[in-house]
């Protein structure tokens, strides 16, 4: 029997098209199977969720993060997102530090946050693979994956130069940053040769993870997720990029500003943020929210990050409220939070935007997201009420995971 969800009654915004008053949402077995008006049928069987003067949105895509790797209030034990011993870090994977019972996962679902690309740090000019998640539902992370093959984490900057240079080791400069990238491209290229030919021939070839890994990105199979942010570092960024023919995703980009006109032409996207940091170090130093509305007035597409837990990930719609008093229009800022990361991201077959096929990842909210004092009343991802309003109607509470599978606790 089909399991169905009817959203009925709310202000539905799609993103992808206009809004609807008196809308209606269907999501049959986790895929929203209808969008439109009142006079929208509802299957019979389905649980209907009235949401009468209410917001029904998409879900929020937090496009670069470190929630259940950099664990809050955990110290050293629950940070997981460097491995700073090597440089080259192309083999390792975020997905196998993250854990889901962190509590910044409960944060996102207050904030209306249903998928998190969470990334390594950017202490090694290359961190490692990136992955996509649900941030509710599974008994296991790999059950709330979206998408394991997202990109690859680089960086630029002051990040490797500090923690290489204290160790005495390359890089200790950008100069010996972009040389750890170039070399490893190089190797990449080399391997994916051999290992092209023997399996032409049918002869054996010994796998190295690492250079399967870039050299997925070189056939563009990954993404390059560059963490840059002076315009000096995003230049260098766009350099190697175009010296390899990889797809480069622009990161942070605190000074993309002063190029917007060059990253909108090669028509490179930028992941913004966080806003809501001080200029705590020299890259930073031309750091403000506004630039965000000039970076989109260019023409590139823009998401917005929290980098969580640099800025808490239930933060990031009031980042939007703050670009949208800088500049950057409202329409643009629900984007930013929805349909560009997952464009931006490949991820816009599954999520970002209330179309038919897309997951249902559905939020309900008391009034505009983008308005300071609107809340998050319910939460459905893939269909199922994961955030809801609490039985003694004292708020709102979390669905725990032993109550979707049979259970009333632990004990």
Avoid at 237 to 243: L, Y
Wanted: hydrophobic letters at 40%; glycine letters at 12%.
């Amino acid at each position: 029997m089909a399991r169905i969800l009817a959203v009925t009654g709310g202000y539905v915004v799609p993103v992808s098209s206009d809004p609807i008053e008196n809308g209606t949402v269907i999501v049959t077995d986790g895929r929203i199977s209808a969008v439109g008006g009142s006079d929208t049928p509802v299957p019979d069987g389905a649980e209907v969720v009235d949401a009468s003067g209410s917001w029904v949105v998409p879900g929020f895509v937090e496009s670069h993060g470190h929630i259940g790797v950099h664990e809050e209030g955990e110290g050293w034990s629950g940070n997981d997102t460097n491995e700073m011993t090597d440089p080259n870090g192309s083999r390792f994977r975020a997905l196998d530090g993250i854990d889901i019972e962190e509590e910044g996962f409960r944060d996102a679902l207050r904030g209306g946050v249903t998928t998190a690309v969470i990334k390594p740090g950017s202490g090694n000019p290359i961190g490692g693979r990136t992955v996509a998640i649900k941030t509710w539902g599974g008994r296991t992370v790999d059950e709330q994956i979206l998408a394991a093959d997202v990109s690859v984490k680089s960086a630029l900057g002051e990040n490797p130069k500090r923690v290489w240079g204290d160790k005495g080791k390359t890089p200790q400069t950008r100069l010996g940053v972009a040389s750890v990238l170039r070399d490893a491209f190089a190797a990449a290229q080399a391997y994916a040769e051999k290992r092209d030919a023997a399996a032409e021939k049918g002869e054996p070839f010994e796998r190295d993870l690492g250079k399967e890994t870039l050299a997925a990105v070189l056939a563009g199979d990954l993404l390059w997720d560059q963490h840059c942010h002076r315009h000096d570092d995003i230049a260098t960024a766009i350099r190697i990029a175009e010296e390899f023919g990889y797809t480069l995703v622009v990161n942070h980009g605190t000074e993309a500003h002063k190029i917007a006109d060059v990253l909108a032409e090669k028509q490179i996207p930028v992941i913004f943020g966080p806003l809501l940091t001080s200029r705590s170090k020299v890259e930073l130093r031309d750091r403000a929210i506004g630039n965000l509305a000039l970076i989109a007035e260019a023409g590139v597409k823009v998401a917005i990050t929290t980098d969580h837990p640099v800025v808490p990930i239930d933060q990031i719609r009031l980042q939007a409220i703050l670009a949208v008093r800088d500049g950057l229009p409202a329409t643009t800022a629900l984007e930013a939070l929805t349909a560009n990361p997952a464009d931006i991201l490949r991820l816009n077959d599954r999520v970002g935007a209330l179309d038919v096929g897309r997951d249902g990842d559905v939020v309900v909210w008391s009034g505009d997201p983008l308005a300071v004092d609107s809340r998050v009343q319910r939460v459905f991802i893939e269909g199922r009420s994961v955030y809801e309003p609490a039985a003694d109607g004292s708020g709102s509470r979390t669905v725990e995971r032993w109550e979707r599978f049979g259970r009333t606790a632990w004990n």
